[in-house]
T-cell receptor
Framework: TQLLEQSPQFLSIQEGENLTVYCNSS?????LQWYRQEPGEGPVLLVT?????EVKKLKRLTFQFGDARKDSSLHITAAQPGDTGLYLC?????????????FGKGTLLTVNP | DSGVTQTPKHLITATGQRVTLRCSPR?????VYWYQQSLDQGLQFLIQ???????AKGNILERFSAQQFPDLHSELNLSSLELGDSALYFC?????????????FGEGSRLTVL
């Protein structure tokens, strides 16, 4: 079973601060997705990374896939209250023909005004 | 709006009962996935259907079953309910069975078993 560990589990910061959340595994993934889930809603995809070492930027969010495709990080610059939510990483299995994403338990981010 | 519709949004029932959760995928999406989300376990994959056929199975209990109909909507049946089955149940859809396809999630069905 492939497991994804996310850290920290909870993060509460002030508006304007920077932060990084991590997603780690001992397994190799063919792809890594990051989702954000707001209260009462389903997760919404932010980004997909597929190449080891890949860096993608989405406005103030920077996503990086580890060289060995076992870990990923999400960095938010100058966080805003609208960034509040549960950030989930999800890995696609390597070498498998079936699509079965493995989700981490998430990092619950609160950005205080 | 993801385009994925789930009903009901909230459901309260008693132990031992049976419920059915319904999902309509985004127009044109052939894959439907069911996930269970709880505070302690996070988002757990239950089962995937692709164009009416079961494609992948996760941590789905024998008391649970699902199917995808010819019109591509899907139902998740939960029977002999236990207190521990209380959770958010999400349906997601995608247009591909590949490993990098985006999942579009519905708003979930919150099940409370008393």
């Amino acid at each position: 079973t492939q497991l994804l560990e996310q850290s920290p589990q909870f993060l509460s910061i002030q508006e304007g601060e920077n932060l990084t959340v991590y997603c780690n595994s001992s397994s190799v993934f063919s792809s890594l997705q990051w989702y954000r889930q707001e209260p009462g809603e389903g997760p919404v995809l932010l980004v997909t990374v597929v190449t080891g070492g890949e860096v993608k930027k989405l406005k103030r969010l920077t996503f990086q896939f580890g060289d060995a495709r076992k870990d990923s990080s999400l960095h938010i610059t100058a966080a805003q209250p609208g960034d509040t939510g549960l950030y989930l990483c999800a890995g696609g299995p390597s070498g498998g023909s079936n699509y079965k994403l493995t989700f981490g338990k998430g990092t619950l981010l609160t950005v205080n005004p | 709006d993801s385009g994925v519709t789930q009903t009901p949004k909230h459901l309260i029932t008693a132990t031992g009962q049976r419920v059915t959760l319904r999902c309509s995928p985004r127009s044109g999406d052939l894959s439907v996935y069911w996930y269970q989300q709880s505070l302690d376990q996070g988002l757990q994959f239950l089962i995937q259907y692709y164009n009416g056929e079961e494609r992948a199975k996760g941590n789905i209990l024998e008391r649970f079953s699902a199917q995808q109909f010819p019109d591509l909507h899907s139902e998740l049946n939960l029977s002999s309910l236990e207190l521990g089955d209380s959770a958010l149940y999400f349906c997601a859809s995608s247009g591909t069975a590949s490993n990098t396809g985006e999942l579009f999630f519905g708003e979930g069905s919150r099940l409370t078993v008393l």
